[in-house]
């Protein structure tokens, strides 16, 4: 189990840092990540459905009365070019996925708090405070409707920070919580 513990330790480290990099990136070249975000999704949208489609009508599934693979492609399709072509509604959609992911993140780092208070481990209310930083973080993403990618990427970054601190506190202290 403790093994199982410090492998997803440095699993969740390694994705800290990585959100770290993508932040600094957001921040730094705010005009070419908004772009880059939406050709990656509308490019994997596109690929997508044009698969669905060509998976249709090679298979034997046109004469399926219940295959709907060619509608599911079509709509790929367009949603790619949606998503190409108005990067604003990708920021919306982008805004909304972080936040949710962080407040969720915290709400976890809210409960390990919480263990490591019950095995007195002194190290918990720096975790607790921690902890609601990443919620209240996560709530202004949420609901800044006007957030733009610097913001984000601001966030991001400091989202980061807070939660590899949090691993690296939870991975020294993983044999108490056993």
């Known amino acids: 189990m403790e093994s199982l513990l410090k492998k997803s330790g440095w699993l969740n480290i390694l994705v800290s840092i990585a959100f770290a990099i993508i932040g600094i990136f957001m921040i730094t070249k705010t005009d070419l990540a908004l772009k ?6 509308g ?9 669905k489609a060509a998976d249709y009508f ?6 399926d ?3 709907y693979d060619l509608v599911y492609g079509i709509i790929a399709i367009i949603i790619g070019l949606v998503t190409i072509f108005c990067s604003g509604l990708i920021e919306s959609m982008f805004r909304i996925i972080i936040g949710v992911w962080i407040i969720y993140s915290g709400v976890i780092r809210l409960v390990v708090s919480l263990k490591l208070h019950s095995v007195q481990i ?13 919620i209240i973080g996560g709530i202004y993403i949420l609901f800044q409707n006007g957030a733009l990618i610097l913001t984000i990427g601001i966030i ?3 989202y980061s920070i807070i939660d590899l601190i949090e691993n690296l506190i939870v991975m020294k202290y993983v044999d108490d919580l056993l």
């Open 65 to 67: 009365f219940y295959n």
């Open 43 to 51: 490019g994997v949208f596109i690929v997508i459905g044009i698969v």
């Open 156 to 158: 991001m970054l400091v």
């Open 36 to 41: 880059i975000i939406s050709y990656v999704l």
């Open 122 to 134: 002194d190290i918990w209310n720096i975790s607790l405070l921690l902890s609601i930083i990443m």
């Open 58 to 63: 090679l298979s034997k599934g046109k004469y």
